[in-house]
Each structure stands twice: as C-alpha cells, then as structure tokens.
C-alpha cells in the first residue's frame, strides 16, 4: 500500500494503475468506509483511499477542531481492507496559494443539510472536485449513510461531465441500528444508547408508508414523537422528501418513492440518518 501526501507524489503513483477505485474520506474509519474500499477493489482491480478533514465544509461553531484523527489506525485498517493507494494531503496541497475555485450545486443544496448548514455543501463539491481531478479514477464512492452529499456529487457529476462512475454503497450499521459514522465517537455512553432510536424512528416510518400511509406529515409526526420519547434526543429536522428534488412532500407517491431522513442531537453532537422508500413497480 503506498501512502503519498503531495499532488507530485500522487502523479507518480496513480500512473500505475490503469484502473482505481477512490473511496473519499475525512479519516477515523469505520466498517462503511471499508465496505467502500472492497467495492473499489472489486470493481476496478484497484482501490485509493483519500483521507483529508476539509476545513471548508465545517461552519462556524462545528467539530472541526475535535474532529477525530488517528492516521496510524486508519492506515492499518486500509493495508487490512487492501487498499492500494493511500492521499493523505495537507490543506495546502488541496488549496495551493492562489486557489480561487468552488464548486456550487445549486436547488438540492437548498434544503435539509444544506438548509441548517450554510456553505457545508459549496466545501463538500468544490473538495470532491479537487480529489476526483487530481486522483482522476475510473469510478468514486460514497455511503448512503450522506444521502444529499451523494445527490449533489451526483449533481456535479453530470452537469460538469466528470469521466467517473458515482458508486454508493449501503449504510453500515452497528447492532442495534445506529449508522456508522467518525461522529458517534463523541456520544457519552448513555447518549450512544439513546441514538439507536434513529434508526427505529426510520423503520417505524417506513413499516407504516408500507402499510399505506402515504400522508407524509403523518409519517414525519411518527418519526417525531418516537424521537421526543428519548429525553438526550433533540431533533434539529424529519423529512418525507421526493428523492430526486429533496422537496418536502404532502403525500407520497408510491411510484416515485420517497426519502425519509433526520437529524438529530444528543447534546453536542448531530447525526444524521435516512432510508430510501423505493418506487413501487
Ligand atoms: O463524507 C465525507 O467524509 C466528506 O464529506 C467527503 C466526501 C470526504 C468530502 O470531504
């Protein structure tokens, strides 16, 4: 596994695989990062991991600073997961002196994340345009686990032409529900065993939108009233939104499907989470 950190050094070592996976990441991996990393593996023969905590979509007032890092650990698990190739840049490498470029996805960034975290998606597109030009592979993955982070790179994909194939993989789960995510490290533990209730809030959501209940503020009001049961649960938003446009929904249409997705504190920290109603055939 070979482990660079300059754009010259990643030049020189991306030239040896004809075709590469790239799994993007902010680092303190965890089990959803490594499903990527096999899929990259499998998929295209070769798998790159960049692991880089992007100042830029952290606003004011966010973990930036208390954001987990332990670069030893994850680059055992990586040589575990077998990785190939390993971009650990510094910010200057990402942001040379006189970068002067974002990339700003419009209409799906309005909403949700993008709602309650002003400039947090300008900072995710123009960052994942900087690795994806530099790494150039054959094809990028991300979690579902980020579901409107995979639309606007979806997004961008698209309109900007990118010669790459935008892969997403499942959420990966603990036991008893709760997403994978760096940021459940900060749960004390009586918070970690509150949080499950996200994930049940979602199911309870969807067992009843399976049943029939197409009333979307009827499912959001489920979702709530599970959550306000948990005292260390203070929800910040729960959504029934159309999957493609991200737009809050009066009634679900079953062929179209539906998002459902929340966010959620336990005392300093946010998790989100969602699952994807799919169109009835
Ligand atoms: O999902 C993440 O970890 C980050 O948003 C990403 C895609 C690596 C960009 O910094």
Not at 118 to 124: A, D, S
Request: hydrophobic share 45%; charged share 20%.
């Amino acid at each position: 596994m070979k482990v660079v950190t300059t754009r010259a050094e990643l030049r020189a070592v991306r030239a040896e695989f004809p075709r590469l996976g790239l799994v993007p990441t902010m680092g303190y991996l965890h089990e959803g990062h490594l499903s990527l990393v096999r899929m990259a593996k499998q998929e295209c023969g070769a798998a790159a991991v960049s692991i880089f905590v992007n100042p830029t979509q952290f606003g004011p007032g966010e973990d930036l600073s208390t954001y987990p890092r332990d670069l030893d650990r994850d680059l055992r698990y990586l040589r575990e997961a077998g990785a190939d190739l390993v971009w650990t840049p510094r910010v200057e490498d990402i942001y040379p002196s006189g970068f002067a470029t974002t990339v700003t996805v419009g209409g799906i960034t309005d909403v949700l994340e993008g709602a309650r975290r002003p400039g947090h998606f300008t900072g995710v597109a123009t960052v994942v345009a900087v690795l994806l030009g530099a790494v150039s592979p054959t094809r990028a993955y991300f979690g579902q686990k980020d579901a409107q982070q995979v639309r606007v790179i979806q997004r961008m994909a698209t309109d900007l032409a990118l010669p790459l194939d935008v892969v997403v993989g499942p959420t990966v789960r603990e036991s008893d529900g709760l997403a994978m995510s760096s940021r459940n490290t900060y749960l004390s533990e009586g918070e970690r065993a509150s949080a499950s209730v996200l994930y049940r809030a979602l199911c309870a959501a969807r067992a009843a939108a399976e049943g029939g209940e197409f009333d979307a503020h009827a499912l959001r009001r489920l979702m709530a009233q599970l959550i306000v049961g948990e005292p260390m649960a203070e929800i910040d938003y729960v959504s029934v939104a159309d999957p493609d446009s991200l737009a809050e929904l009066a009634t679900i249409d079953p062929a179209r499907g539906a998002l459902l997705s929340l966010a959620v504190r336990f005392g300093r920290t946010r998790l989100i989470d969602n699952v994807v109603l799919p169109p009835s055939r």
